[in-house]
């Protein structure tokens, strides 16, 4: 099932009623139809005037769907998320906590390896030079010692943007259409990995003691160059001095439903990290020895 994305940018009241999400300008006092509550996946409130019932908040979370609240700037600021999102939570958070170093470091270097194919694959798309990106994928060792990952993005964000151009948590294009992208989808990913049963502090590499979502930004990595095409293709048909603009945000929210190419047929990116959050739990019992992660169609 392929789960919605609902954005609620001006002020509203959000209420629940025979098990769908009731959606009321406040501006006008007008009722703007309603939404099936399992067939959301994700909510994102980007507007201080937005009031959002305790019923309905209960029912998103029962549900599985995350709650994303933005700030000022209309950047995701912070997530409510289900602390119960598989019946067999517990058993599978203790194989979770046994996996072994060694595991954990083949598993990073999977991600790694994923992250730079797929960052090849965008550049060779634009026709752009990509070539050095083979030579970075076949360097990755275990856990990545030798951070052929950091290597690898030196090298893509030069051809992508410019030599000049410096990733960060800035509010100016591009960097800011990659931060919003990236915030969704961290929480599409966090989504996926609870409803799979893991525990989210517990990553493969990241381990910041601040951070309650290592496991979510370990397996994003490989489809951050997805967010990229998608602000590529914003910034295509779109001056710099537009700025940040609704349009904007609503092209970066399409990343959810975007197809990738999951082995022979096309999958909605959604989909995609669900298969990926599954084949990382299956590779923690044992089962599988791969992670699934999509390629560019």
């Known amino acids: 099932m392929l789960y919605r994305t609902v954005y609620i940018g001006n002020p509203?009241?959000?209420?629940?009623?025979?098990?769908?999400?009731?959606?009321?300008?406040?501006?006008?006092?007008?009722?703007?139809?309603?939404?099936p509550v399992e067939d959301i996946g994700l909510v994102i409130i980007d507007?201080?005037?937005?009031?959002?019932?305790?019923?309905?908040?209960?029912?998103?979370?029962?549900n599985n769907a995350v709650i994303v609240s933005c700030d000022q700037s209309h950047m995701p600021l912070g997530m409510m998320i289900s602390e119960r999102g598989h019946t067999e939570c517990s058993e599978r958070i203790k194989v979770q906590v046994e996996a072994s170093d060694a595991l954990?470091?083949?598993?990073?270097?999977?991600?790694?390896k994923a992250k730079l194919s797929r960052q090849r694959e965008l550049l060779c798309r634009l026709s752009l030079p990509y070539e050095p990106m083979d030579d970075y994928v076949r360097m990755v060792k275990p856990g990545d010692e030798t951070n052929m990952e950091g290597v690898g993005a030196r090298y893509y964000w030069g051809r992508l943007f410019s030599e000049d151009f410096?990733?960060?948590?800035?509010?100016?294009l591009p960097n800011v259409l990659l931060n919003y992208g990236y915030?969704?989808?961290?929480?599409?990913?966090?989504?996926?990995?609870?409803?799979?049963?893991?525990?989210?502090v517990l990553g493969l590499f990241h381990r910041n003691k601040y951070n309650p979502y290592c496991l979510a930004d370990d397996l994003m990595e490989p489809f951050r160059p997805f967010i990229d095409a998608l602000a590529i293709e914003w910034l295509a048909d779109h001056a710099l001095e537009e700025g940040f603009t609704k349009e904007a945000r609503a092209h970066m929210l399409q990343c959810a439903t975007m197809d990738v190419r999951a082995g022979d047929k096309l999958s909605p990116l959604l989909v995609a990290v669900r298969d990926a959050a599954s084949s990382l739990y299956a590779c923690y019992t044992g089962r599988k020895r791969k992670l699934v992660f999509p390629s560019f169609p």
């Not at 410096?166 to 100016?172: E, L, P």
């Open 12 to 35: 509203a009241i959000l209420r629940l009623k025979d098990r769908q999400m009731r959606i009321r300008t406040t501006a006008d006092d007008m009722d703007l139809g309603s939404i």
């Open 47 to 62: 507007h201080s005037w937005v009031t959002i019932t305790q019923g309905l908040i209960q029912a998103l979370v029962e």
């Open 104 to 112: 954990k470091k083949q598993l990073w270097s999977q991600i790694v």
């Open 166 to 172: 410096r990733r960060g948590q800035t509010d100016d």
């Open 183 to 200: 915030a969704v989808l961290r929480a599409t990913v966090a989504r996926a990995l609870t409803s799979t049963g893991l525990l989210l």
